[in-house]
């Protein structure tokens, strides 16, 4: 396991290189759980390549992009800042779909 690319702020992610895709772990305290040590996100046929966290843990949210130029989004949500056209939080990374075909 390769790690690609460590952010944190409101929580910590790793993007990680396995032999068949790219993996997103997560660890602190967000929307998706509390853990000490990283957990992987399992997500079928998403091959993750980039991750941003905000700096705020009061409001802490991710947005993440894959291989294939989709963008998922999760964590608070109180304005909207996921773009899932709502304000409810995400506990898993959730495709936007404001985003999907404007490559």
């Known amino acids: 396991m390769d790690v690609c690319r460590v952010i944190a702020g409101g929580f910590s992610a790793a993007v990680i290189k396995n032999a068949y895709e790219k993996q997103l772990l997560v660890w ?43 963008v998922y989004a999760w964590g608070s949500n109180v304005q909207g800042q996921l773009g899932h056209n709502d304000q409810g939080s995400r506990e898993l990374p959730t495709q936007v779909s404001a985003l999907k075909r404007k490559a």
């Not at 993750?48 to 947005?63: G, T």
């Open 28 to 70: 602190g305290q967000g929307n998706f759980g509390s853990f000490e040590q990283p957990q992987k996100l399992y997500m079928d046929n998403v091959d993750f390549v980039d991750v941003q966290i905000s700096k705020f843990s009061h409001e802490a949210f991710a947005v993440a992009i894959e291989k294939r130029g989709r």
